[in-house]
C-alpha cells in the first residue's frame, strides 16, 4: 500500500497571509489526524477527522481549522499566519474505529515544512 | 489532559550495548502506548506499540513494557547498532489524540 502523502512539502508564506495543507492517508484509513512539530514545543496534536467530522482537537486558536472529504483526504488551514506558525505541519492516518475510543497505529506521512516570514 | 513525560532526552550508547527510554504519563484512561523513530529530516515512524491490557511486548530488538499502576512504560533496545541513532518518541492515547513526550535523542557510538 502507498504511504501517506502530504502536499506540498515546502511552503514559505508572509505573516497575514492563510495557507492550505493537504494530506492523503493511506488507502482505507478513515482517521486522519494533524500534529504540529517545532523544536521548542514537540509534537503538539491539532485535530482529528473520522468520517468527514472533526472528532478530537487539541489546544491551538480558532485560526487553524480543517476537514475531511468523502475519501479520506484531508485539509488543514492556518489563516492570519504568524511568525510562531513556522514548522513542520504532520498528518498521520489510521483505521479508527467508529464509536470506540480504543486507539490504533497511526502512520505519518513526509510532513509539510511551512516558513512564515 | 493527558500528560507524557520522556526521558532522558539524550542518550549515547555504546554499539553492542543496550538502551532504555522511560516515559510517565498522567491519565489513567489511557489504554495505548505507541513508540515513534524520527531520524533526521524524516517522518516519525511506529516501531512499536503496547495496549494497556498488556505488560510486555518484542519485536526483534526491541521492547516495551507497561506499569499501569505507576504509570510508565519503558523502551528497550538491546544490540544497540548504528542505525538506532535517532530521535524516539513515547505516546500516550485514549481517543485517538496522541499526547507525545518530548523525545530522547539516541546517540550509538561505534
Known amino acids: 500500500k502507498a504511504g501517506v502523502t502530504q502536499t506540498p512539502r515546502y511552503l514559505i508564506k508572509t505573516r497575514g497571509q492563510q495557507v492550505t495543507l493537504s494530506c492523503s492517508p493511506i488507502?482505507?484509513?478513515?482517521?486522519v489526524s494533524w500534529y504540529q512539530q517545532t523544536p521548542g514545543q514537540g509534537l503538539q496534536f491539532l485535530f482529528e477527522y473520522f468520517s468527514e467530522t472533526q472528532r478530537n482537537k487539541g489546544n491551538f486558536p480558532g485560526r487553524f481549522s480543517g476537514r475531511q472529504f468523502s475519501n479520506s483526504r484531508s485539509e488543514m488551514n492556518v489563516s492570519t499566519l504568524e511568525l510562531g506558525d513556522s514548522a513542520l505541519y504532520l498528518c498521520a492516518s489510521s483505521l479508527g474505529l467508529a464509536g470506540s475510543t480504543r486507539s490504533v497505529g497511526q502512520y505519518f506521512g513526509p510532513g509539510t515544512r511551512l516558513t512564515v516570514t | 489532559g493527558e500528560n507524557v513525560e520522556q526521558h532522558p532526552s539524550t542518550l549515547s550508547v555504546q554499539e553492542g550495548d543496550s538502551a532504555v527510554i522511560k516515559c510517565t504519563y498522567s491519565?489513567?484512561?489511557?489504554?495505548?502506548f505507541p513508540w515513534y523513530k524520527q531520524e533526521l529530516g524524516k517522518r516519525p515512524q511506529l516501531i512499536i506499540d503496547?495496549?494497556?491490557?498488556?505488560g510486555e511486548k518484542k519485536d526483534q530488538r526491541i521492547a516495551v513494557t507497561l506499569n499501569k499502576t505507576a504509570k510508565h512504560f519503558s523502551l528497550h533496545i538491546t544490540e544497540t547498532q548504528p542505525e538506532d541513532s535517532a530521535v524516539y518518541f513515547c505516546a500516550a492515547s485514549g481517543n485517538e489524540k496522541l499526547t507525545f513526550g518530548t523525545g530522547t535523542r539516541l546517540t550509538i557510538i561505534p
Open positions: 503496547i495496549r494497556s491490557n498488556v
Open positions: 488507502s482505507g484509513h478513515r482517521s
Open positions: 491519565d489513567s484512561a489511557s489504554n495505548y
